[in-house]
């Protein structure tokens, strides 16, 4: 079994707070993995010490077989990865031909190729009329931009920070076709969301993180076989609380 | 709305100042400090006003009373236009685009809004000034000057109603980011061109007055001394000028003082009719494009449809796209994309022109007046200011490069390049800005001063050393001390006392990093009073030399850099990103 994601004891505190505690992490290769979590639960915060935009109070990552502390080593892992970050990473005033371009240059791509997957990747995510700068669009289009940006590279590893926050109904069916084919010839997708249902359809293996804990790992098979992926977050999250969240005055 | 929904919306106001103010106490204690100061500043203004007017304007003639009155509100206009233009977008005391929803009279939030749009310094301390004239003209006997207090606010209320339509018209067309940017840095440079004005014109004046005919100076003096007073003081106004005062609405109020100590009210009268109907036009005009602004209703001429055309650019290669020779590919990107993104940014290009029109201005200036008395051995020493005037101008760029890139600089962290390959691209992309600037001056150097080629070329061997020296010292101090910039300017936000006292030091080290500049000239200049060489060849020689070392120089220190980037590239992003999104 090769994993593409390893940690050991990956913990991050900012100051008392402990915001991811502790993470022991095993993600196989060719996996479409879903990381699951209530809010302020430490998802992005695992993400971005994985991808190297954070560094960890301690513990050891292990990302596509190799251990990221060395900077030649990270340097080389970066290059088979791409990234969707929580907070997203464009420059305000190029285009989103000009930002595709740019990023396929700095994976050293040859020009032509970089061309190419522009025109598919800009066709796809409906950016191929798009003259405006990045600054100028919504939200939900420099999203598809970022998505546009972590595929040009044609990634071992994909990490999506919920990838589907934003994007059109349109764009949202053509990416998920997308991540499917990606696992399909071996590639391994990391990805948070908070829409269950996305994570149950598209995730071969998922993990459940509170308070910067994980609670539960396991794969999605066990969930098929009986009940629901609501009901298995819930329980790990605490359902409980839902019982105390009712309005006294909505039952008269 | 009722008054209870009004006194809430009022309460909800005081509420969200004060909570500001407890999360900050020591910047409460300043505001509190600011406005006692303000208030007895205003009272001072206003008693000022009074004593003006019953000592030293009661007695004037009718003349005297319109040039005072115009040169009061004059100033006035001038406090207001800056006070406007250095808050050009409207700051609304309470955000109507959080009541849309609710059930109330948007009428009244708006009024409530431009009543406390009114709260401006300009306001503050030229209003009791202005009315504390009229009030001591009619102490002095002058009871016909009652009419200036409806005449003054009448103006001072369309003046305001206008300035909030203008600015509630800006407000909807700055929705789109890149025009906000666009007219924040127009607004900003106009800023400066209205602040320099008095200096521009009183430079003009002063060269005038040096170039004037000698036939004046060789007028008898005794001639000169009779003219002179009667052209001042009983000279009478032109009548385009009177005109003038009975149509522009900013005369009227000269006009309506000039009739009052006339002894006649009705141009007074009038003027406040028809100033406040115009205030009036302005307000209504205000309410309803600021509700049509956050109703969503868009703002201009509604231009043609034109039919989406695709565009062939991917065939055609883009810029991005090129290479640049002898550079590494990542660190070539690098460059084309950080050029491609300071010369679209708005805010960097008006940084940049206006330090190439301040140097235009004063250089000119400058020269213009001393050239005749410029040594030989000062002038190859002067021809390095235009340089150094360039790279002080790109400073405060170069030495903050990744603040300007904000969650750009995310997307650099990610990369999977040499460290060293991001700080190149960041130097290359400011060299062609340097490069073209540092020429441009050259050569009006070379023009206006008759300096030889050799000096020039000389010069130009300069600029590329002294880009070297501030791009070595500025990757050390953009990774050491990064700071972060406001979206669409060049304002550093949310530092540290201790940032901004490193920031403070590096600057005020510029001018030592600059010294290596003058080592050609000096030693040129030293050989030729030697005697032993002439300084020319020996300027040119001397700055291949420091060239070479200061290439040699950076090449050492890139990979040390990049190494110090890799190291500290998290702060950096933590620092450039964070409260900035």
New interface residues.
Partial sequence: MTLAIKTSGLTRCFGDLRAVDSLDLRVEAGKFYGFLGPNGAGKSTTIKML?????PTSGTMCILGEEIKD?DKA?????RVG?V?E????????TA??YL???G????MP?AT??ER??ELLTMMSLE?E???T??YSHGMKKKLTLAAALIPNPDLLFLDEPFEGVDAVASRVLRDTLKRCVQRGATVFLTSHVLDIVERLCTDFGIIVAGKLVHQGSMDEIRAGGSLEERFLEAVGSDKIEHQKLSWLED | MDWSQLRTIIWLRWRLTRNQWSRNQLNAVLIMIVAVALLVLSVVSGVAGVLVGFFILAERSPTRMLIAWDLFFAAFLFAWIIGMVSEIQRSETIDISRMLHLPISLRDIFLVNYIASHLTLSIILFLPLILGLSLGLMLSGQWLMIWMFPLVLSLVFMITAWTYCLRGWLAALMVNKRKRRAIIAVVTFSFIVLVQLPNIISNLAHDRKKHRPDTVKSAPLDEQATRQPVSRSRRPIPNAVLLAHKVVPFLWVGNGAMSLAGGNALPAVLSAIGAFGIGGLGLRRAYRTTIRFYQGHTVGRRSKQRPKTKKVSTVRKNFLERQLPGIPDEAAALALAFFRCLTRAPEVKMALATNFIMLLLFGTMFFARRISSLSDNLKLFVVSGPIVFTLLGMSHLMLNQFGFDRGGFRQLVLLPVPRRHILLGKNLSFLPIAVGFGLTFLVLVKIILGISFTIVLAAGLQLLATFMLLSIAGNLISILVPYRITPGSMKRTKTSAMTSFLIFISRLSFPVAMVPMFIPPATGLLMSRLGWLPAGPVILLSSMVLLGLLVFFYRLSLPGLGNMLLKREKQILKVVTEKVE
Avoid: H, Q, W
Wanted: with cysteine; charged share 35%.
């Fill in positions: 991808t190297g935009l954070l560094a900077p340097r080389e892992v970066k290059r990234v970050p907070e997203l990473a464009l420059f305000d005033n190029l031909r000009e371009t740019f990023i240059r700095m994976y050293k020009m970089v061309r522009c025109r009329s003259e405006k700068l600054l100028e």
